[in-house]
């Protein structure tokens, strides 16, 4: 639940049905759903790869498992089965 004046973020999707009464989201509060954390791209990924470059952003220790296009099978199963942090396909 929310409080009144408070902010909702959804941060991940669901596969499953979910109902609930409506009524609970009435008032003074605010719902988000951010699609890639509201990014602006022409702004934020060149921010991004610098910080990378600088060694600031340590994306290398985030990747789990990398897999080639010939694992790509793979590399979904692995996701769906929630066996990595973060997958990462390799063209």
Do not use: C
Not at 3 to 18: D, T
Not at 36 to 55: H, M, N, V
């Amino acid at each position: 639940m929310v409080r009144n004046a408070g902010v909702a973020v959804q941060v991940s999707g669901i596969e499953q049905e979910i109902t609930m009464d409506m009524r609970l989201f009435e008032w003074d509060k605010i719902y988000i759903n951010p699609l890639y954390g509201k990014a602006r791209p022409q702004i934020d990924f060149r921010i991004l790869q610098e910080l990378y470059a600088k060694g600031d952003l340590l994306l290398d220790q985030m990747v789990t498992r990398t897999y080639d296009l010939d694992h790509l099978h793979q590399a979904f199963s692995d996701m769906h089965k929630g066996l990595n942090a973060k997958g990462v396909i390799v063209f």
